[in-house]
């Protein structure tokens, strides 16, 4: 089982669209969690880093649900500028400062 | 401004040739790392360092070297007996805060060996 699991997509949805995206991890171990960003041929950007009770930053809602060992990221009122692939990424494990990163979920937001 | 420096943007060598991979960064941070990205594949991790004159091996560390004389600066060597040097090479740092490591990554250099 890999590591960091997620849908690769694409997600293609249309401005102002509501989408989620999903995420399991195999470690029960890892203690931290982030999505990131990553568009075209650029650098991973962090985005929100996801804590156990879940936060929100703006349009962007993460959830963490660690029975279940699976993360989610909602994206309200799509913007065509949040087009980019989106990056899970959970610690090894406890206390490491190694993460393990998914392959991404690619997202086009369409006008 | 504060930020992680990776030079040059894009490197093209021959085979059998090393290649270092510079990396600064001026945002005081303790611990530093070096990726690799293949097409359609996530990160994998190269080395690490925690703290200056000391690094451990990643996921991938064969055919690589590193070396971190100061805090600021953690060059990457990729050496000939890298079978498949050709990707994105990302350098990224993390400041090391409770329990959370966000890491921050520099603009990444794309390696090409003809």
């Known amino acids: 089982r890999k590591e960091v699991e997620q849908d690769p997509g694409p997600f293609n949805v249309p401005e102002g669209a509501t989408v989620a995206f999903n995420c399991t991890y195999s470690n029960s171990a890892s203690q931290s969690f982030f999505w990131y960003r990553q568009d075209c041929r650029k650098e991973p950007k962090l985005l929100m880093s996801v804590y156990s009770s879940g936060n929100e930053d703006g349009r962007f809602t993460a959830q963490l649900n660690r029975a279940s060992q699976y993360i989610s990221l909602l994206i309200r009122d799509s913007k065509l500028s949040d087009s980019a692939t989106y990056l899970c990424v959970a610690t090894k494990g406890a206390g490491s400062y190694q993460l393990t990163f998914g392959k991404g979920t690619k997202l086009s937001v369409i006008p | 401004d504060g930020g992680i420096t990776q030079s040059p943007k894009y490197l093209f060598r021959k085979e059998g040739q090393n290649v270092t991979l510079s990396c600064e960064q001026n945002?005081?941070?303790?611990?530093m790392y070096w990726y690799r990205q293949d097409p359609g594949q996530g990160l994998r991790l190269i080395y690490y360092?925690?703290?200056?004159?000391?690094?451990q091996k990643g996921d991938i560390a064969e055919g690589y070297s590193v070396s971190r004389e100061k805090k600021e600066s953690f060059p990457l060597t990729v050496t000939s007996a890298q079978k498949n040097p050709t990707a994105f090479y990302l350098c990224?740092?993390?400041?090391?805060?409770?329990?959370?490591?966000?890491?921050?990554f520099g603009p990444g250099t794309r390696l090409t060996v003809t």
């Open positions: 945002l005081n941070h303790d611990a």
């Open positions: 990224a740092s993390s400041k090391r805060a409770g329990g959370v490591y966000e890491q921050y």
């Open positions: 360092s925690q703290i200056v004159n000391d690094f």
